[in-house]
């Protein structure tokens, strides 16, 4: 069975991680019970760049992205089969700290998905959770606010609650609370697919301004989108209803000359 | 730093959640411990066998000639449950009916208040009223009017909206587009009620239908108050009669020794009755869930 | 064609009778509700006055007032809240949270408390004696029979606290443990405050099946019309105090005006509850 959706993916194997490198996923599955969602994933991510996930829906992107901050934990009935490595650590090995594990990766949903309580405290919950000093606060709220160009829009309602905020304002709030960690990867899956088109274009600006400061993996069902943000890129696919990578690569090599014939039909596809 | 010290009180946090809840579900086991310990005496010495062969009721006589017949208080248990049963169910069932499908919106959310308040006024308040109301009127037909049938009324209206309420649960997750085909049909209310209703709902009402049950075999204030207590098989509704739960409230207080533990057995017995019904209960939504 | 149409009468006057049956039931219903009521506002209301609140106990219930039953009735209360509030809620966020991670002791939880909660009241009382007066050494008092309702109470409070934890949104949990925050915080932070309709509407639940008992307190926290001086003194609660006046000659008219305070009081419960879980729990679950 996993030998024939091997055939079937035909995904690279790549070689044992090298210790340096920033995320290395080996030979990845996920399943939810007895159906298998994801089989045999290799990848490398790395360091200081946009990674963009693209493929059609129900192939695994996002069960993919739970696996890299163990999010996959909470999903009941979900198993996860292989190795990830994180700056040298495996995140699946006994002893992992998952807190810190997922303040160093962060994440931002498909759905806004704000705390019922005011712009503020969405950003101080993180912070006092991660220790974050009390006189230090306001400050770091205000920078991660900076950030993302909420500040202007939301300084004097800090107060107010995040629910009052329209959608791309929460969204982007969203993305402003992940950042109050710091975190050294930044997890988006379709962040833009609920948001209107000018809502869109303000996050997209604002992933163009983060690139080569943040590194940041995300998935979009907007190739316009993904070729104008993502370094690399990652095409997902459906064999047998399991999904699998059937090509990665500079996103630049895999947009002008696809190596798979999926790929080649996705991709025309979706420009149609 | 900061998350070691979150895991391990998450930890911390585990063992609390744990501990109380099997400090909340050691309670039961605690109840029928006590139960069994209580009874073990009269189980011992008497036996249940004269439970049912003793000739009488004759709990504080003379030592060792005390009498332990339990079966009239079981008949007047039984008896009050189906008659308030047959009686509350079809009418529970039938205000439903009326909230979601024959009242105008205003009627039906009034109806549904009335149920509500209906259901919080205590089993006291019910026995105080059947006592001052419903006693004199049944006087006149048959004194002293404190009878199984004065019990099985006022047990009829306590468990009436509870039957009404999950009834009405029920009804309310009967998919709309059923209603709406029926209707297209042409089919009268009667017919769509037949036809698609109830046996889209049967399940959900017979376990409403289940938990009545079990509210009136353990009620004991209201039939304290208006069936007369007086220990015999009854022969007609309008005799005198003493639920298991009367005779506990009434001889509890001065009861000692063996006496004391029969009254446990009695305790145990409407136990076991509750145990039986819930096991039915949870069985029955098993099989319709796997449906 | 002639035959359809007698089945078609026939039909109709099915239809009819149905209709005649259900709007008959439905106004019996309501007509017992009125009759009660009124019937106890009638007799009682002319009854209540300050005196009547803020006396003791006359003549075995026949004059004076209620002052010390009310205090006794919420004693219990209190020492009935007190044991449940931290048990209820340490147990219903074990069942809404981590059922997954625990499912045989939330299986059992689960059964216990549905047998727990079909428990006859006679039973709990013959429980809370022998448990509580007893074996404990509490003897008939007013900490026996709040400890006793606790027991009572606790599976209403659990089940109403565990289903408004549940209608927490699932996207809470998620973006939590997304920001790595610990169980703990998400619970202190994020799942108590939202789910804080829920925990009221229980707490009102539980109130008002407490205060509504009269038969598990007979043999715990017994009879005693006096003012209690202590938890450990026997207190008459309100309901047993309006079935014993049913016992003395004479006793009428003050179990009428004692109905109408308790009847009072389980109202204001009741409706504060139905209007949390309608209109906060409800409109909190639409919004999100
Ligand atoms: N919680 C779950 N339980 C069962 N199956 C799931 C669950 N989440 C996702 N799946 C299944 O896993 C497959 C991959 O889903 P997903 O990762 O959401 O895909 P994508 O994000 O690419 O649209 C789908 O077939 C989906 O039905
Ligand atoms: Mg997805």
Redesign the interface.
């Known amino acids: 069975m996993s030998d024939c959706c091997f055939e079937a993916c035909q995904s690279q194997r790549l070689p044992d991680p090298e210790d340096e490198t920033f995320l290395a996923v080996r030979n990845l599955s996920v399943h939810y019970g007895a159906k298998v969602a994801l089989e045999s994933v290799d990848i490398d991510i790395q360091r200081g760049r946009v990674t963009a996930l693209i493929g059609p829906s129900g192939c695994g992107k996002t069960s993919f992205l739970f696996t890299l901050?163990r999010?996959s934990d909470?999903i009941?009935g979900c198993g996860v089969g292989g190795r990830v490595r994180f700056e040298g650590t495996e995140i699946y090995s006994d002893g992992v700290?998952?807190?810190?594990?997922?303040?160093n990766i962060?994440?931002v949903?498909q759905?806004p998905?704000?705390?019922?309580?005011s712009i503020r405290k969405n950003l101080y919950?993180?912070l006092?959770?991660?220790?974050c000093p009390v006189n230090q606060l306001d400050r770091r709220s205000e920078e991660v606010l900076r950030e993302v160009g909420l500040w202007s829009e939301v300084s004097d309602r800090l107060d107010a609650s995040a629910?009052s905020l329209s959608g791309g304002q929460q969204q982007r709030l969203?993305i402003a609370?992940?950042l109050t960690?710091r975190p050294k990867l930044l997890l988006m899956d379709e962040p833009c697919s609920s948001l209107d088109p000018m809502a869109t274009d303000v996050i997209e600006r604002l992933i163009l301004k983060m690139r080569g400061e943040y590194s940041i993996v995300i998935v979009t069902h907007n190739l316009a989108q993904a070729q104008r943000i993502a370094d690399d890129v990652a095409v997902f696919w459906c064999h047998d209803e399991s999904g699998c990578v059937i090509e990665s690569g500079h996103a630049e090599a895999v947009f002008r000359a696809p190596k798979q014939p999926d790929t080649v039909a996705y991709l025309a596809g979706q420009r149609g | 730093m900061k998350t070691r010290g979150a895991t391990r009180n998450d930890r911390i946090l585990l063992w609390g959640l744990r501990g109380a809840s099997v400090l909340a579900s050691s309670i039961v086991l605690l109840i029928v411990y006590f139960l069994l310990a209580e009874s073990l005496p009269a189980l011992r010495r008497i036996g249940i066998a004269r439970f049912v062969t003793d000739g009488d009721w004759l709990p504080s006589t003379a030592e060792g000639e005390n009498q332990y017949r339990l079966v009239p208080m079981l008949a007047a248990t039984l008896l009050s449950t189906l008659g308030a049963v047959l009686i509350a169910a079809p009418a529970g069932l039938l205000s439903a009916v009326f909230c979601h499908f024959y009242a105008p919106k205003a009627l039906a959310t009034l109806q549904r208040r009335i149920v509500e308040l209906l259901a919080g006024i205590p089993s006291v308040i019910y026995g105080f009223w059947g006592l001052v109301t419903l006693v004199p009127i049944l006087q006149r037909l048959a004194p002293p009017g404190q009878n199984l049938l004065a019990g099985i009324l006022v047990l009829t209206l306590m468990i009436l909206p509870t039957i009404a309420m999950l009834a009405s649960a029920t009804l309310a997750t009967i998919p709309q587009a059923h209603l709406q085909g029926a209707a297209a049909l042409g089919l009268s209310r009667w017919t769509t009620l037949r036809g698609v209703v109830l046996p889209e709902a049967a399940p959900g009402l017979l376990i409403a239908l289940l938990l009545g049950t079990m509210r009136a075999v353990g009620e004991t204030m209201a039939v304290l108050m208006v069936c007369g207590n007086v220990v015999q098989i009854p022969t007609s509704l309008f005799d005198p009669v003493r639920t298991l739960t009367a005779n506990i409230a009434l001889e509890m207080g001065y009861a000692t020794s063996e006496h004391r533990s029969v009254l446990f057995v009695s305790g145990l017995a409407l136990m076991a009755l509750v145990v039986l019904l819930i096991g039915l209960q949870r069985q029955f939504r098993r099989s319709v869930t796997l449906v | 064609m002639s035959r359809s149409t007698s089945r078609g009468a026939r039909a109709k006057v099915a239809d009819g009778l149905v209709q005649a049956l259900v709007w008959g039931t439905a106004g019996t219903v309501s007509a017992v509700f009125l009759c009660l009521v009124g019937d106890l506002l009638w007799h009682g209301l002319a009854g209540i006055d300050l005196d009547f609140l803020t006396q003791g106990v006359e003549r075995t219930g026949r004059a004076g007032g209620i002052f010390p039953i009310l205090v006794s009735t919420f004693l219990i209360l209190a020492v009935c809240l007190a044991v449940s509030i931290p048990i209820g809620l340490l147990t219903a966020i074990l069942l809404s949270e981590f059922s997954r991670r625990n499912p045989t002791l939330s299986r059992l939880v689960g059964a216990s408390l549905d047998v727990l909660a079909g428990v006859p009241s006679i039973v709990f009382g013959l429980f809370g004696n022998a448990f509580f007066c007893i074996a404990l050494g509490m003897g008939f008092s007013i900490l026996s029979g709040g400890l006793t309702l606790s027991c009572m109470v606790l599976p209403i409070f659990i089940r109403s606290v565990e289903l408004g934890l549940r209608a927490v949104p699932s996207d809470y949990r998620l973006a939590g443990a997304a920001l790595g925050m610990s169980h703990t915080s998400m619970l202190l932070k994020i799942l108590l405050p939202a789910g804080a309709p829920g925990i009221a509407a229980g707490l009102m639940l539980g109130v008002g099946r407490a205060l509504a008992e009269t038969a598990a307190l007979m043999f715990t926290s017994g009879y005693a019309d006096r003012m209690p001086s202590s938890l450990m003194d026997s207190g008459r609660a309100l309901s047993l105090h309006i079935y014993d006046l049913t016992q003395v000659t004479g006793g009428r008219p003050n179990a009428y005006a004692s109905g109408v305070v308790l009847v009072a009081l389980l109202l204001v419960i009741n409706l504060l509850a139905s209007w949390t879980v309608e209109h906060i729990v409800g409109g909190r679950v639409q919004r999100v």
Do not use: T, Y
């Open positions: 901050n999010l909470l009941p700290d998952i807190g810190l594990l997922r303040a962060g994440m949903f759905k998905n704000l705390f019922p309580v919950l993180p006092r959770e991660h220790g629910h969203c609370r992940a960690l």
